[in-house]
């Protein structure tokens, strides 16, 4: 006898996810995914969000899921969607973001004839996936998803997984699926024993232990225990290079983010490494003649855990009554003139409205956005993670759907706009509120400089090879709907960025700015005196203002 | 003692590719390929060009090798790179198309640390690659690189393979590499077995033999020793359903091609189904209550290989003396109106110029194609291969740069395009002669057809997911360098395509045309007469024209 309740396997599926919260469903289909499809049309708590192309999908799951600590899933078609998919998995994988996706396959008795599509989906998922599954029977497929939303690890932001479950064409179409109970995943404890090693160390070398905070962590009441720390002890308080999510500005402690060209002098006097949420760190690729480790040699590194409790339990013995230390509010002087990227950050910072999420991946244009923004009301700031490029616009798609009260502001370079631009359409189509302001340098500029590294046998060849001339992001917008302008200023960025900001749906500013001249011009410290100005940057702004 | 011709590890990779004919890398290259792109653009005779995304460089490369009979390289950036490439290579793969991958990794002693780039490379290469080395000695990244070479058995059209070559930044950076002598690669020779059992059961059997051609075998020379056989024996030929290219038109044997749809018609009657080049027909994807085989039940298969001397030894046997049946030059009658895929379709076969090399990605749009250009002047014709969408725009670029001296016609689907669509920006930067129609019909309609066949229970919003309205073509194409016009009626997209094909350099014509309505419209025999039209199809003309 058959219980009353059975469905098709792609409605097991879906029901399942359902009953664990998850929401909303990225996706570019495929026939083998139709079923799914046509399910998902009938599943009205669950949002379905077509992007145009996969890496938009898992980069919107990625967003989704930093700022809501559950997961969003994708629908992907076979090895080739997935395929598309994988440098943003890369990096949600990096960022510690729980994703689940759904990819469908061929229908069972079909993978043996070896048809145009067919590949190694699950040796393909095995590279960006802590966990993969593929369904073979349909009774199963509600076991299965429940299984991969476990797996997902959705607690928190930046110790989620990226789980694929891949579901056969039929597995989705048949008969006898049911829906399974999900159990919900508890929080980890923090280790005893670590939060009382590091108190202890943090008791007997202080000034030379350095806490490094990543994940998690980078959350307000994270940076609240490690403020506390910081005063009662003296201990040094870093932020990882990368952080999927910070929580930062005006009443919330500040935090120093490590820098892979100053970690040197950043870590300098440390003998003892504190990993709170955070690796250690390294750099980002090999030189010829230096290390990869950035952990200055003979420090002690202990790991403390990523959970916020161990912390707040070392901040408890050893900061007892003591408070924090919260950003005061104060912005940037508003610049004029001739746009740089350093006028630029201070536009930003001048204007940026609290409970904004910035989803950055402006990479050298955005060197000076960190200390321009410190000070502004409070908001969330969004990393490239695992260094594939492209991630920025579909995150910030993500972080639309998933926070729809709050304006997005995505800070995007020319060269990785281009990577996964469709995001734009899926921003207009289903009216979000972000606002993209490029910064159009018509160049690889990090390339030109990495070459530059190389040093002076470097030819002109190569470098043109590294050129992006002739991009117009303008026309680029409004051909996927979203309205745009250009600007060339300092005056008409803040005009047109307090104008798309007032406004709701997306908009996209593109502003043109010089290419920063080098490594050498990269501000090293979160000081607003000391902020290095580049080429052309006369005309910042006296500030602080506002 | 060393050598005096050693060099970096870059250097010799560089070097032995231009030994053996490599002539164009395609790319978009990171910080750990920063020597190779040094190396680039000091070897003159490699043409490097530069991708805005990897799935524009590996598409690419896959067109450039169906041009030429042997292959591009890639250089690509660690796995994320590689990854976003995949799709294209996936089509490649089913292509046969020799490519020869170039991924860059982190330096040897880089990879224990875990950073952030960091990934499964050589698994993610497996999926899509017949070989897959990394190289680990400087003194050997020469011979590697000839090993790669060969491994792409980059002999003929269509029993190429994809080669990737991992190569760690030390390995490039190191200095003690040697270019290597790379042994050219044989033709195979005709299985003469085979042959001789193929021509007995032709001689046996002819009128119910279908000979299946595919790959090298529908270029020109397979064509004529195909109809020189049909004509002798009463045997029937069909082309595979999805070549990867066909030499095509006036003065080439015409062979239609097997589609999924009619297959069943087409074959019915065949006792013997000889495979020549071609792999047996199976349907793109299982449905719940169909066979996956193409092939009739009780039907003998039998393969003759993929060289195109075989399938002449068995005409030499069966047809001494007769002559192939040659097309003659007809165009349709150009058509009036407002356009549809129908109307379109008239108008590409109206105008398409001698010599034309045609991407088709055009999908249901262009379903009437095939027919309406069969008698145009001799030309070239690629097709999708392995069904990942986002081929067309960069298979384009990749036989521009292959053949500069002929004209390319990209017809493009709306949805692919929207994959892909950086392509258009190389091909404005390196000047190249490709003229781009894109179909749009503001949907993915062949999705939405799909899901209707799932039955009447399908609801609105699934139906919505699967539209994608307000794209604009030619901003979009504007937006990248590439001039572009939008058109309604046969007779605008008739003036634009007679302009841009007139003019040297890219351009994009956007024409629009209603969705077609079902899978009922499509035609289904290769006979102009009886080419079926879909909704808002009168005002064709009634061609045959010049």
């Known amino acids: ?29 495929g026939t083998s995914e139709m079923h799914f499809v046509s399910e998902l049309g009938v599943q009205l708590d669950m949002r379905a969000v077509l992007c145009l192309f996969e890496g938009g999908a898992t980069g919107a799951a990625d967003g989704y899921g930093r700022m809501v600590d559950r997961p969003a899933c994708t629908l992907l078609h076979l090895g080739p969607g997935l395929g598309n998919g994988v440098a943003n998995l890369h990096n949600a994988r990096r960022a510690g973001t729980p994703i689940l996706n759904i990819v469908g396959d061929h229908a069972t008795h079909h ?32 076991r299965d998803a429940a299984d991969a939303v476990a797996a997902t690890g959705s607690v928190r932001n930046g110790t989620g997984s990226v789980a694929t479950l891949i579901l056969p064409a039929d597995m989705g179409w048949g008969v006898g699926g049911r829906a399974a109970a999900v159990s919900p995943v508890s929080m980890p404890e923090p280790d005893r024993g670590r939060v009382e090693e590091v ?27 490690a403020s506390r720390l910081a005063t009662a ?74 959970t916020v409790a161990a912390l707040q339990e070392v901040a408890d013995v050893l900061a007892p009554g003591v408070n924090p ?27 940026l409205p609290e409970g904004a999420i910035v989803s950055d991946e402006a990479v050298t244009s955005g060197w000076w956005l960190a200390q321009e923004t410190a000070h502004c009301p409070p908001h ?9 490029i492209g991630q920025g616009m579909p995150v910030a798609l993500g972080a639309a759907v998933a926070c729809p009260d709050r304006p997005v502001l995505n800070l995007q370079a020319d060269g990785s706009a281009m990577y996964t631009l469709q995001a734009l359409w899926t921003q207009a189509r289903e009216g979000l509120n972000v606002t993209t302001v490029i910064f159009n340098n018509s160049s690889y500029a990090i390339l030109k400089m990495e070459l530059e590294r190389r040093g002076p046998s470097v ?15 303008v026309s680029l917008a409004r051909g996927m709907g979203v309205p745009a302008e250009k600007v060339a200023t300092a005056e008409d960025l803040a005009q047109q960025l307090r104008r798309s900001l007032a406004e709701p749906g997306p908009s996209l500013i593109e502003a043109i700015v010089p290419a920063v001249a080098s490594f050498r011009n990269r501000p090293t410290a979160s000081s607003l005196d000391e902020i290095a100005t580049d080429v052309g940057d006369e005309g910042l702004g006296t500030g602080p203002g506002v």
Do not use: Y
């Open 459 to 473: 030819n002109e060849r190569s470098k043109k090879l590294l050129e992006l001339p002739g991009l117009d992001f």
């Open 1 to 29: 006898m058959q219980p009353m309740n059975e469905t098709t396997g792609a409605r097991a599926v879906l029901d399942t996810l359902r009953h664990r919260g998850v929401e909303a469903c990225f996706t570019n289909p």
């Open 199 to 225: 108190a202890l160390l943090l008791r007997r070398h202080a000034p030379h232990v350095t806490v490094l905070l990543g994940g998690d962590l980078l959350k307000r009441r994270g940076r609240e225990a």
């Open 111 to 142: 993978k043996v004839f070896d048809a145009p599509l067919e590949s190694d989906i699950d040796a393909l998922a095995s590279t960006v996936s802590r966990w993969v599954r593929r369904t073979t029977s349909v009774g199963e497929a509600g």
């Open 380 to 388: 969330d700031w969004l990393t490239l993670t695992g260094g594939a």
């Open 233 to 306: 002890t003296g201990a040094r308080i870093l932020a990882e290079s990368s952080p999927a999510r910070q929580e930062r500005g005006a009443g919330i402690p500040e935090v120093e983010r490590l820098v892979e060209v100053t970690a040197a002098e950043q870590l300098a006097g440390t003998r003892v490494l504190v990993l709170a949420g955070a690796r250690a760190p390294v750099s980002f690729f090999a030189s010829p003649r230096q290390p990869s480790s950035l952990v200055p040699l003979g420090t002690a590194v202990v790991e403390l855990g990523a």
């Open 325 to 351: 230390v919260l950003v005061g509010l104060t912005r940037p002087g508003m610049p004029s003139g001739e746009l740089t990227a350093r006028k630029a950050a201070a536009v930003v910072g001048a204007l």
